[in-house]
Protein backbone atom coordinates (compact mmCIF):
# COMPACT_ATOMS: atom_id res chain seq x y z
CA UNK A 1 0.00 0.00 0.00
CA UNK A 2 1.24 3.04 -0.69
CA UNK A 3 0.59 6.63 1.14
CA UNK A 4 1.39 10.00 0.04
CA UNK A 5 0.89 12.60 2.81
CA UNK A 6 1.04 16.34 2.41
CA UNK A 7 1.86 19.07 5.19
CA UNK A 8 2.49 22.48 5.29
CA UNK A 9 -0.29 23.93 4.44
CA UNK A 10 -2.21 27.63 6.79
CA UNK A 11 -3.25 30.68 6.46
CA UNK A 12 -0.96 33.50 4.87
CA UNK A 13 -1.12 36.49 4.06
CA UNK A 14 -0.77 38.44 0.45
CA UNK A 15 3.29 38.31 0.19
CA UNK A 16 4.51 35.93 2.24
CA UNK A 17 5.68 32.57 1.47
CA UNK A 18 4.46 29.01 2.68
CA UNK A 19 6.59 25.50 2.68
CA UNK A 20 4.77 22.21 1.27
CA UNK A 21 6.02 18.77 1.78
CA UNK A 22 4.71 15.65 0.48
CA UNK A 23 6.43 12.13 2.10
CA UNK A 24 6.04 9.04 0.28
CA UNK A 25 5.33 5.53 2.14
CA UNK A 26 4.67 1.78 1.35
CA UNK A 27 5.60 -0.49 -0.80
CA UNK A 28 7.88 1.56 -3.57
CA UNK A 29 9.99 0.14 -6.01
CA UNK A 30 10.90 3.26 -8.56
CA UNK A 31 9.67 6.20 -8.42
CA UNK A 32 9.31 8.65 -11.07
CA UNK A 33 8.07 11.88 -11.73
CA UNK A 34 6.57 13.92 -8.64
CA UNK A 35 4.58 16.81 -8.56
CA UNK A 36 1.99 19.49 -7.00
CA UNK A 37 -1.90 20.20 -8.26
CA UNK A 38 -4.49 22.56 -7.09
CA UNK A 39 -7.53 22.82 -6.86
CA UNK A 40 -9.63 25.95 -5.78
CA UNK A 41 -13.83 25.84 -5.11
CA UNK A 42 -15.47 25.50 -7.64
CA UNK A 43 -12.30 25.19 -9.89
CA UNK A 44 -11.11 21.81 -12.15
CA UNK A 45 -7.76 20.62 -10.49
CA UNK A 46 -4.84 22.51 -12.17
CA UNK A 47 -1.17 21.20 -12.78
CA UNK A 48 1.30 23.61 -10.57
CA UNK A 49 4.56 21.97 -10.62
CA UNK A 50 6.49 18.79 -11.08
CA UNK A 51 10.35 17.08 -11.08
CA UNK A 52 11.44 14.61 -12.66
CA UNK A 53 13.74 11.52 -10.59
CA UNK A 54 16.95 14.23 -12.26
CA UNK A 55 15.54 17.09 -11.15
CA UNK A 56 14.18 18.57 -14.27
CA UNK A 57 11.46 21.05 -12.92
CA UNK A 58 8.45 22.40 -15.00
CA UNK A 59 5.82 24.71 -13.81
CA UNK A 60 2.37 26.54 -14.60
CA UNK A 61 2.60 29.84 -15.80
CA UNK A 62 0.94 31.32 -13.01
CA UNK A 63 3.54 30.23 -10.56
CA UNK A 64 6.68 30.44 -12.37
CA UNK A 65 9.46 32.62 -10.62
CA UNK A 66 7.73 32.47 -7.77
CA UNK A 67 7.04 29.02 -6.87
CA UNK A 68 10.08 26.32 -6.81
CA UNK A 69 9.49 22.33 -6.34
CA UNK A 70 12.44 20.29 -5.45
CA UNK A 71 12.46 16.49 -4.21
CA UNK A 72 14.83 14.37 -1.43
CA UNK A 73 15.03 10.90 -3.44
CA UNK A 74 16.54 8.87 -0.56
CA UNK A 75 13.86 10.19 1.48
CA UNK A 76 10.37 9.61 -0.90
CA UNK A 77 9.59 13.26 -0.23
CA UNK A 78 8.95 16.30 -2.77
CA UNK A 79 8.62 20.17 -1.67
CA UNK A 80 6.65 23.27 -2.83
CA UNK A 81 8.28 26.16 -1.48
CA UNK A 82 5.85 29.04 -2.45
CA UNK A 83 7.17 32.71 -2.46
CA UNK A 84 4.69 36.25 -3.33
CA UNK A 85 1.59 33.94 -2.50
CA UNK A 86 -1.52 35.75 -3.86
CA UNK A 87 -5.01 35.38 -2.88
CA UNK A 88 -5.78 32.94 -6.12
CA UNK A 89 -3.12 30.71 -5.29
CA UNK A 90 -5.85 29.69 -2.50
CA UNK A 91 -6.77 25.93 -3.20
CA UNK A 92 -6.23 22.75 -1.58
CA UNK A 93 -2.77 21.41 -2.68
CA UNK A 94 -2.54 17.96 -3.91
CA UNK A 95 0.84 15.63 -3.94
CA UNK A 96 0.91 13.25 -6.96
CA UNK A 97 3.79 10.76 -7.65
CA UNK A 98 4.47 8.60 -10.64
CA UNK A 99 5.65 5.52 -9.49
CA UNK A 100 6.24 1.59 -9.56
CA UNK A 101 5.50 -1.03 -6.72
CA UNK A 102 7.50 -3.51 -7.84
CA UNK A 103 9.14 -5.42 -10.79
CA UNK A 104 7.19 -6.45 -13.69
CA UNK A 105 3.71 -4.05 -12.20
CA UNK A 106 2.92 -0.95 -14.54
CA UNK A 107 3.70 2.58 -13.38
CA UNK A 108 0.90 4.44 -11.69
CA UNK A 109 -0.34 7.51 -10.46
CA UNK A 110 -0.39 7.70 -6.54
CA UNK A 111 -1.99 11.37 -5.15
CA UNK A 112 -1.98 12.00 -1.22
CA UNK A 113 -5.40 13.53 0.37
CA UNK A 114 -4.36 17.22 -0.08
CA UNK A 115 -3.26 19.97 2.42
CA UNK A 116 -5.23 23.87 2.59
CA UNK A 117 -3.26 26.81 1.76
CA UNK A 118 -5.14 29.94 2.17
CA UNK A 119 -3.72 33.60 1.10
CA UNK A 120 -5.64 36.74 2.79
CA UNK A 121 -5.02 39.92 1.01
Known amino acids: QVQLVESGGGLVQAGGSLRLSCAASGSIWIMNDMGWYRQAPGKQREFVAS???????NYAGSVKGRFAISRDNAKKMVFLQMNSLKPDDTSVYYC???????????????WGQGTQVTVSS
Open 96 to 110: TANLRTTWGVPTSDY
Open 51 to 57: ITSDGIT
